[in-house]
């Protein structure tokens, strides 16, 4: 097992424990748990896989759980309140810790909640998608969403600890797996480039889920996230590196239709889009961009463009994001392989021959 730190000042710093058979370690889970009341909170599909596992360790505590469906659609003000009521029903106080068992999606409520119910409990993330253990455990975002917004409500919260078990994921899908490794190559790209050559050997052995590949991957993923983090907790400089294709991948899960595109999918191809861009700043060169595309290829994740968006859907949907500033398009770039810009203000007919000219 490997312990790592994010390091936040003394208050707020904590663990995250990476390896294997960490759901048949209760020690780890236990010596975070302040006080007697825990409430596991989890979703229909993961509650028969795991939560057994993780309750046989706590028979000694007042366990409750909390399953909810399965779903971005759910991640909502009306489905949090169910975790509350679970909370009150039990009369869980203050010191009570709640346990997050699940994806992004239960992670990002779990912590919410955590963060809200008498204004702060302990929380501990047990992420069990790729993705929840390499990205959004890490960091302290959580949230809902709102009708009019993804992730519009939420707040920063720390967890006391993250256990991030790489035996949870032989149970998840291979797109799933895929759409987690986008994320993984992104730290690669984005500051890490001999982890970047590191996945382009070894990407079949984390598609077949070699469990010492995965951890790898997972750790390394985790000290990249940890370092940005730690350096700008609240995003006000480096951490809007963490969003390199996202601004082109937001364009494509709106434009799509939610659903079509996982996230990770989506970030894929918008990289390979900021790629291009890099490329006619003069950042990149083709054999570069090549590289780029090749790698989410052998990640089998897409880097063909929808046929069916525009690029004046893509420049309506990308003047929405959280970067802009003064109404101006921003986006990471790539300064070259393994160093990301910051956001920078695109200069719009190259923007438009990015989109109209990158067709995978
Ligand atoms: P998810 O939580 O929806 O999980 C994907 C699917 O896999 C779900 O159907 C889930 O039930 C299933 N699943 C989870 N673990 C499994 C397992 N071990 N075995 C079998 N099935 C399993 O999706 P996700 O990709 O993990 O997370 C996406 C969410 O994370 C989004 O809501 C996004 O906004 C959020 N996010 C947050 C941050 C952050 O910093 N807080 C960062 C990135 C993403
Ligand atoms: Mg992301």
Known sequence: MKELRVDLGQQRSYPIYIGSTLLEQPELLRRHILAKQVLVVTNETI?????????????????????????????????????????????????????????G??????????????????????????????????????????????????????????????????????????????????????????FLQWLEANLPQLLARDKAALAYAIERSCINKAEVVGEDEFESGVRATLNLGHTFGHAIETGCGYGQYLHGEAVAIGTCFAADLSRRLGWLNDADVARIV????????????????????????????????????????????????????????????????YAG
């Open 294 to 357: 090749a790698v989410f290829k052998a990640a089998k994740l897409p880097v063909t463009p929808p046929a069916e968006m525009t690029s004046e859907q893509y420049v309506d949907l990308m003047s929405v994001d959280k970067k802009n500033v003064d109404g101006k398009i921003r986006v990471i770039l790539l300064e070259a392989v393994g160093k990301a810009s910051l956001p920078v203000n695109v200069d719009l007919a190259q923007l438009q021959a990015t989109l109209n000219g």
């Open 105 to 194: 999606v239960i992670g990002d409520m779990g912590g919410f909640a955590a963060a809200c119910y008498q204004r702060g409990i302990a929380f501990i993330q047990i992420p069990t998608t790729l993705l929840a253990q390499v990205d959004s455990s890490v960091g302290g975002k959580t949230g809902v969403n709102h009708p009019l917004g993804k992730n519009m409500i939420g707040a920063f919260y720390q967890p006391q600890c993250v256990i991030a078990d790489a035996d949870v994921l032989d149970t998840l899908d291979d797109r799933q797996l895929s759409a987690g490794l986008a994320e993984v190559i992104k730290y690669g790209l984005i500051r890490d480039p001999e």
């Open 47 to 103: 509650a028969p896989l795991y939560l057994g596992k993780v309750l046989a360790g706590l028979t000694d505590y007042q366990t409750e759980a909390v399953i909810l469906p399965d779903g971005e659609q759910y991640k909502t003000l009306h489905y949090l309140e169910k975790i509350f009521d679970g909370l009150l029903a039990s009369k869980f106080s203050r010191n009570a810790t709640l346990i997050a068992l699940g994806g």
